[in-house]
């Protein structure tokens, strides 16, 4: 029999209606949770109760408690595979940060529901339930972290929440979906063709943010992170990596100054370049000492540069991987 160990979070998979009927998120332990979904009973579950907050209250603090628990249960051969249930709103970040600092061939399923287990029509009991299933699964064995919603199997690294409410909340734009279950059976039809870890050596914390570009933005919200002491900035350029040449000056001060920059693109599709040549463009940024983002959403180059600076891996070259 396999073995599953599912570490519940919060997250509206975990609410409650409250008095006035609005939800209270993530307030139901993992082993209510186990007491009225319809789980698998021919797979050996460890319910584990870890947390319970809406996933806009998860912090990085937290993130490493669960990736130092399922490490454990990993090396301890406690497991065949990990299911760490999640709120939506930040699922994506916590699935790309498990997929780089975990390195461990079994699997790794995050999974959460657009509608709390009381609503009609609720996704949480049939989404944890493929998780569950996926988790054992050895087709699943050397991807990493995914995430199992609706049905389909998502990549960690691009996967995005697409959808406020409805139940198809989840996609990869450009790349799709790796494969999909139907009756409690998956089917695999991709998989990552490399595999990147960043596994952490120390226990800082990088304090890194994240400035959007927009028409005639200037380098006001630049200055401000680096006058609270940042440690990074990920800054969302437009189209091929471009960003307003009002926002140079702070830039170029954040390099003199030791920050981290890197520069992504607001675009669904396609990665940052060297294409123009002008003031603020990618060429210019990369003079100028910033780290060219690639593909990356910003989002997740975040989580990108916060694994390589506490792994003490080159961050330059580890953008380029």
């Not at 937290?62 to 090396?75: A, G, N, S, T, V």
């Not at 916590?94 to 009609?120: C, K, M, W």
């Not at 493929?130 to 960690?156: M, P, W």
Request: aromatic share 8%; glycine share 8%; net charge negative.
């Amino acid at each position: 029999m396999k073995r599953v160990s599912v570490i519940t979070t919060g997250g509206t998979i975990a609410s409650k209606h409250n008095e006035e009927g609005r939800l209270n998120s993530g307030v139901m332990s993992g082993e209510e949770l186990n007491g009225i979904l319809d789980l698998p009973e021919d797979i050996d579950i460890n319910i584990i109760s870890l947390i319970q907050k809406p996933s806009m209250h998860i912090t990085f603090q937290d993130l490493d408690i669960i990736r130092i628990k399922i490490q454990e249960l990993f090396d301890n051969d406690l497991t065949d595979g990990v299911v760490v249930t999640h709120g939506t709103d930040t699922l994506e970040e916590s699935a790309y940060f498990f997929d780089l600092t975990i390195d461990d061939p079994r699997p790794i399923v995050v999974t959460g529901s657009q509608r709390s287990p009381e609503q009609l029509g609720s996704d949480a009991f049939i989404n944890l339930r493929h998780a569950i299933y996926s988790a054992c699964d050895d087709q699943l064995k050397n991807i990493g972290t995914v995430v199992v919603f609706n049905e389909r199997v998502f990549a960690a690294q691009y996967v995005k929440k697409e959808h406020a409410s409805n139940i198809q909340g989840f996609n990869v734009f450009g790349f799709g979906y790796l494969g999909i279950i139907d009756n409690d059976k998956l089917h695999l039809y991709q998989r990552p063709i490399r595999k990147v870890k960043h596994v952490p050596k120390l226990e800082f914390i990088p304090n890194i943010d994240i400035v959007k570009c927009y028409l005639n933005s200037d380098d006001k919200m630049i200055k401000a992170c680096i006058d609270s002491g940042v440690d990074g900035i990920v800054i969302e350029g437009v189209g091929r990596g471009q960003v307003s040449p009002l926002m140079m000056p702070a830039i170029n001060r954040a390099i003199k100054e030791g920050i981290y920059i890197v520069i992504t693109t607001a675009s669904e599709e396609g990665e940052v370049y060297t294409t123009y040549d002008y003031l603020g463009s990618a060429y210019d940024l990369s003079q100028t000492g910033v780290i060219l983002g690639k593909d990356f959403d910003s989002k997740k180059a975040r989580i990108k540069l916060l694994a390589l600076i506490r792994a003490q891996e080159d961050v330059k070259k580890g953008f380029n991987h």
